[in-house]
């Protein structure tokens, strides 16, 4: 028989329960095993089903439980998906459906056998993701996928311009409007924050939103949260840009680019950041927030994320072409990523680096110092605030005077107000088993090791290092300090740098 017309999706109502579980962001539905309309509509374990209330739906992952958790007619929902519905405490109808079939799984596919994607390629794939459908075991193929067989450049401006797209855009009726963005994989290397200070205190507009930790210990929102709010919508937003010429908020409470936080989620768990993907979250963030000036960050060493100088030359030149494709004036510094920047790793470790600087305390970390005149001092160059050469005077002019400090603290108070970084209670020493000459430090490890320390989630948690490259190292003495919130997490973490004791590497090692 030939269908003629499409069958509408048939639907099922159910009571919903609130089951109070965290599942973060996934949305979980959990039905009994014998539930009859599970059996009737084929609901099986791990099923993706259409739940909605009224005009707020969510795309859900079938769970199933055979104790007495959920009455037989009821189902329970996780808080994501409570929340997203908009479900109120007393009892409440769903509505349950098969979800619509998506053609774009077919490309996600393709793409992992070799096939380009295109403009509406893209489109169609991102529009699922914002919208829900996919499952966080489909999100992790598009993001494989992608990393395994690298997008050229006609993909990434594709992938960039449909993550664009679908979020928000802001303008700020301003000729110049400035960011900046550092690809990350150094530990420490806050320079952000710094900048910003330094560039508002000069007048130029700088509204920066900034991801959280992908592979990191830290993100520059991590670190910014423990000294104020960071989750301002667009009002809030455009309200602390008008008082003070710059924000540092999470880019993941507005929809500039909501498909990038979506993803993130999946790369921090993958541990995976390809240059193709890492392209397009960059930019459609800087083009959806209205920059247009942008200064490009890329450390380059054998343990940072980009490994060599040619490889940070080529990811230069992807990003500057991107930029181009959408008029977005950009530049970039390639720099030394052979050991961290500062000396804290970690969120309230790297927020103590920070306000050392801007503050001019005594031993400030000069390197982070230096970073942040050299980065701001391009900013303030290209969006023609001073004369090409004349930008890093001025840069530590205004960090030096005092200026920077009082405009990120006043940047702070607008976003709800200043506080100091907590610190961690249990700390231990690591000491040097040996004389020696520091001639290696290992950015990945010592990132790991802080990670199991409980960074970024846990915000005191981190390393905070003795040394740097070059230093005389005496036997008994600090090589670095251990910051942890939990004394399990210490003896986890404390385990696995026992067992990698040469992430310094001293000359004349035996």
């Known amino acids: ?51 909605s209330n009224g005009p707020q739906f969510i795309i859900a992952t079938v769970h199933h439980i055979t104790s007495e958790l959920v009455a037989m007619g009821e189902a329970g929902l996780s808080e994501a998906g409570w929340m997203t519905l908009g479900l109120e405490e007393s009892d409440a109808t769903i509505h349950l459906s098969h979800p619509a079939h998506r053609p774009s799984l077919r ?39 992608c990393a395994a067989r690298d997008l050229d450049d006609n993909e990434r401006i594709a992938l960039t311009a449909a993550m664009v797209n ?9 000729q110049h409007v400035v960011d900046k963005h550092c690809v990350g994989g150094l530990p420490g290397n806050r320079t952000t924050p710094i900048v910003v200070a330094i560039v508002a205190a000069n ?56 498909a990038d936080d979506l993803l993130i989620r999946v790369e921090r768990a993958l541990e995976i950041d390809s240059d193709g993907q890492l392209v397009a979250s960059v930019l459609s963030k800087k083009i959806a927030a209205g920059s247009t000036h942008l200064v490009l960050d890329i450390p380059y060493g054998p343990t940072a994320k980009v490994r060599s100088l040619e490889a940070a030359r080529d990811l230069e030149d992807s ?30 470790l790297e ?18 110092a230096a970073r942040s005149i050299q980065l701001a001092a391009r900013l303030l160059e290209m969006a023609g605030a001073v004369e090409k050469g004349g930008g890093e005077a001025l840069a530590a002019e205004t960090l030096n005077s005092g200026m920077a400090w009082q405009k990120f603290f006043a940047i702070c108070e607008a976003q709800g107000g200043f506080a100091e970084p907590p610190e961690a209670s249990i700390r231990n020493i690591v000491v040097s088993k040996r004389d020696g000459r520091v001639v290696g430090i290992d950015n990945r490890r010592l990132a790991q090791a802080a990670k199991l320390l409980g960074a970024p989630d846990a915000k005191a948690a981190g390393i905070y290092m003795e040394v740097r490259l070059g230093d005389q190292i005496a036997k008994g003495q600090p090589l670095y ?3 942890s919130e939990s004394h399990g997490e210490m003896a986890y973490a404390g385990a696995y740098v026992e067992a990698n004791r040469d992430m310094i590497k001293l000359e004349h090692e035996q």
């Open 351 to 368: 927020a103590h680096d920070v306000l050392a600087v801007l503050r001019r305390a005594v031993g400030a970390p000069d390197d982070l």
């Open 481 to 483: 300090c251990l910051h």
């Open 166 to 174: 679908v979020g928000e855009k802001l303008d700020w009726g301003a």
């Open 1 to 51: 028989m030939i269908l003629q017309t499409p069958v509408p999706s048939r639907h099922v109502s159910m009571r919903a329960c609130r089951l109070g579980i965290d599942s973060r962001a996934d949305h979980i539905i959990y039905m009994r095993e014998d539930c009859d309309i599970c059996r009737s509509e084929g609901f099986s374990a791990q099923a993706r089903v259409r739940v």
């Open 319 to 348: 990003l500057l072409r991107v930029s181009n494709a959408f008029g977005l004036t950009a530049q970039a510094i390639l720099s030394d990523g052979s050991q961290p920047v500062g000396r804290g790793i970690g969120p309230a």
């Open 203 to 258: 007048g130029l507009v700088m509204p920066k939103t900034s991801s959280r930790a992908i592979t990191s210990p830290a993100g520059t929102a991590d670190t910014m949260e423990t000294m104020t709010k960071v989750d301002l919508d667009i009002k809030e937003i455009r309200r602390v840009v008008e008082a003070e010429g710059a924000c540092l908020a999470w880019g993941g409470a507005v929809r500039l680019s909501p």
């Open 107 to 145: 490309k996600v596919r393709g793409k992992i056998y070799g096939q380009s994607l295109g403009g509406e390629d893209m489109d169609a794939i991102i529009r699922d993701i914002v919208r829900g459908r996919y499952s966080d075991v489909e999100m992790a193929a598009f993001v494989t996928g």
